[in-house]
Antibody, heavy 117, light 106 residues
Framework: EVQLVESGGGLVQPGGSLRLSCAASGFTYSSSSMNWVRQAPGKGLEWIAYINSRSSMIDYADSVRGRFSISRDNAKDSLILQMTSLRAEDTALYYC??????????WGKGTTVIVSS | DIQMTQSPSSVSASVGDRVTITCRASQSISSWLAWYQQKPGKAPKLLIYAASILVSGVPSRFSGSGSGTDFTLTISSLQPEDFGNYFCQQANTFPLTFGGGTNVDI
């Protein structure tokens, strides 16, 4: 079964940092590009980061560029989102998503990040 | 950035109705468009990509059309399990962007 499982979410103070992880299984992870997409409570979907299979192409939404960093470990079938300088507006459910030519074909269940003092 | 505008924001329909949701891009995206369904408390599910290609396993009552800037998702005969939010997404250019969503209420 194709599966993505996120972890690492939690409550963090403004200005703090958090590291999200995503464990992939059931498919050839090393051949797949990946994304992080977030959804604020009661809001729509926001794409925030993309990484291709070899980590040679990475892109970010302007809202997180310079604060968040996406990376992957193909040997461990894992995806990472390092988040720094967190703001209240970063509060959201964060999804790890497999990429299909810039479409999003497999989604994890998400991990919740709450930025609050 | 390419802005994606969906309409309506909400639709209430009955079982068996034909439902149409539109998505407009702020500039041409050729056929680089996807549709997702999201049910409460669940992750989105890819329904259609490349504007009109149905994902395997998605019921044939769902269809997509359009190119350039104007796109449509049609549910030919609404079923009770079709309630939820529907989002479009452009895959033409980074940053990838989503429409604001359409809530389908049965």
């Amino acid at each position: 079964e194709v599966q993505l499982v996120e972890s690492g979410g939690g409550l963090v103070q403004p200005g703090g940092s958090l590291r999200l992880s995503c464990a992939a299984s059931g498919f050839t992870y090393s051949s797949s590009s990946m994304n992080w997409v977030r959804q604020a409570p009661g809001k729509g979907l926001e794409w925030i980061a993309y990484i291709n299979s070899r980590s040679s192409m990475i892109d970010y939404a302007d809202s997180v560029r310079g604060r968040f960093s996406i990376s992957r470990d193909n040997a461990k079938d894992s995806l990472i989102l390092q988040m720094t300088s967190l703001r209240a507006e970063d509060t959201a459910l964060y999804y790890c998503v497999r990429d299909l030519s810039y479409y999003m074909d497999v989604w994890g269940k998400g991990t919740t990040v709450i930025v609050s003092s | 950035d390419i802005q994606m505008t969906q309409s309506p924001s909400s639709v209430s329909a009955s079982v068996g109705d034909r439902v149409t949701i539109t998505c407009r891009a702020s500039q041409s995206i050729s056929s680089w468009l996807a549709w997702y369904q999201q049910k409460p408390g669940k992750a989105p599910k890819l329904l259609i990509y490349a504007a009109s290609i149905l994902v395997s396993g998605v019921p044939s009552r769902f269809s997509g059309s359009g190119s350039g800037t104007d796109f449509t998702l049609t549910i030919s005969s609404l079923q009770p399990e079709d309630f939820g939010n529907y989002f479009c997404q452009q895959a033409n250019t980074f940053p990838l962007t989503f429409g604001g969503g359409t809530n389908v209420d049965i």
